[in-house]
């Protein structure tokens, strides 16, 4: 099975904030790795796709990156809602599978 | 608008079998190309893909949860079903239906989520 790890486990930042988080994948995953954002109480939401491609309806300001092994997700300028947890997936073999979760909070 | 709606017992005797349904309102899950499947979450914890299935009735599971895991589908209720056999407290989780664009693919859409917990 493919691990995959997430760092940091969390992240403080303020609004306006350029923040960073990284994927990492235990073996070559290609371009087949997904991110998305979870609140509380609520079920996750897709941001980024296949790596770099952004879901419809998710801002601008979030972005995707890397191939292999390893990846971002980047978020130009943070806004409040966007305060929330985030985990990467990958798709290229089953079981699919996910990081254990950034967990972005309000500093 | 696509909607996903999990339906089920919300408590579990271990030892016995977790049965859950998902109502699709807003696509048909017989002429969509879409796969359809079940992801849990145990509370406080991280995402765990469980399996999905294709309409047709080709499945994929998890090989941790193979032997206790079935999904099918109803397509003239327009539901899919998840069966968990011999549940333990480790099973005890909110459990989302989802649809995906491929067997392990990115989920576009999930239900709100279902909390399951397995106590005696």
């Known amino acids: 099975d493919i691990q995959m790890t997430q760092s940091p486990s969390s992240l403080s930042a303020s609004v306006g904030d350029r923040v960073t988080f990284t994927c990492r994948a235990s073996?070559?995953?290609?371009?087949?790795l997904n991110w998305y954002q979870q609140k509380p109480g609520k079920a996750p939401k897709l941001l980024i796709y296949?790596?770099?491609f952004l879901q419809s309806g998710v801002p601008s300001r979030f972005s995707g990156s890397g191939s292999g092994t390893d990846f971002t997700l980047t978020i130009s300028s943070l806004q409040p809602e966007d305060f929330a947890t985030y985990y990467c997936?990958?798709?290229?073999?089953?079981?699919?599978?996910f990081g254990q979760g950034t967990k972005l909070e309000i500093q | 608008q696509l909607q996903l709606q999990e339906s089920g017992p919300g408590l579990v005797k271990p030892s016995e079998t977790l049965s859950l349904t998902c109502t699709v309102s807003?696509?048909?899950?017989?002429?969509?190309?879409?796969?359809w499947g079940w992801i849990r979450q145990p509370p406080g914890k991280g995402l765990e893909w469980i399996g999905s299935?294709?309409?047709?009735?080709?499945?994929y599971y998890n090989p941790s949860l193979k032997s206790r895991v079935t999904i099918s589908v109803d397509t003239s209720k327009n539901q899919f079903s998840l069966k968990l056999s011999s549940v333990t407290a480790a099973d005890t989780a909110v459990y989302y239906c989802?649809?995906?664009?491929?067997?392990?693919?990115?989920?576009?859409?999930w239900g709100q989520g279902t909390l399951v917990t397995v106590s005696s």
């Open positions: 989802a649809r995906a664009p491929s067997d392990i693919g990115p989920v576009g859409y």
């Open positions: 807003g696509d048909s899950i017989s002429s969509s190309s879409y796969y």
């Open positions: 299935v294709f309409y047709g009735g080709s499945t």
């Open positions: 073996q070559t995953i290609s371009r087949s």
């Open positions: 296949s790596a770099s």
């Open positions: 997936q990958q798709s290229y073999s089953i079981p699919c599978s």
